[in-house]
């Protein structure tokens, strides 16, 4: 890391990496043009961008390669019930987009309709983590089968009787004729950031959160 600058984890494309540059760029935030595609410098402020994925953002900011980074509230759980490093971030803003629920749902007709019906069955989800805290914490016991994406096809494909999924519209439940029936968390783009950037750079932080704070404030 720099001396004296900031490192911010971005999703490098895709739904946070889109609210994340509007955010960045409303907040007067001015990025200079490079050929890196990790790294991208801001001209008038001591920050640095790092362009990740973003499972791989709380991660990067556990670790301290990155001071504070944006990320979804559903990856930083996951990511905190697998790591008491992960776990240990502070969530220093809440940002107000990239808006989402992550939801348990099946086939319409089918036998599983409510949490109960999930004893003994086998849950699709790219959550594994957060799907198994949330049936623990009910005594339920079920089998997690892990996905990297495309969950709502389980059933269909037999490979599980309900699935735990994000949703925004519902429009992918529908056209799989799967119904939601329980939130087991409701999400959206936050800061996060660990203890170094929190006390020792807390100057550029504070200065972010700041602008963020009266960019948030003027779209209300
Ligand atoms: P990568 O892992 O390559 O960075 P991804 O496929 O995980 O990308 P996106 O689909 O852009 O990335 O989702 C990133 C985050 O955006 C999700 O983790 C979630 O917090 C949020 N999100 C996902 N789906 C929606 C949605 N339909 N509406 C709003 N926000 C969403
Ligand atoms: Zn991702």
Redesign the pocket.
Known sequence: MNAGRLTLAV??S???AEGGFDLLKQSGVKLAYARDALMRRAENVPLDLMLI???DIPSFVASGSCGCGIV?E??LAEAAARSPRVAGLEIVQRLGF???TLKLAAPLEGPVQSVADLEGRAIATSYPALTAKFLAERGITAEIVEMGGSVEVAPRMKIADAICD?V?TGATLEANGLAAFETVLE?E?VLIANREALNGGGATLELLVERFKGVIASRQ
Request: charged letters at 35%.
């Open positions: 999703q490098k895709g739904r946070l994925r973003d499972d979804g559903n990856v990239a808006k989402c994000l925004s999400s783009a």
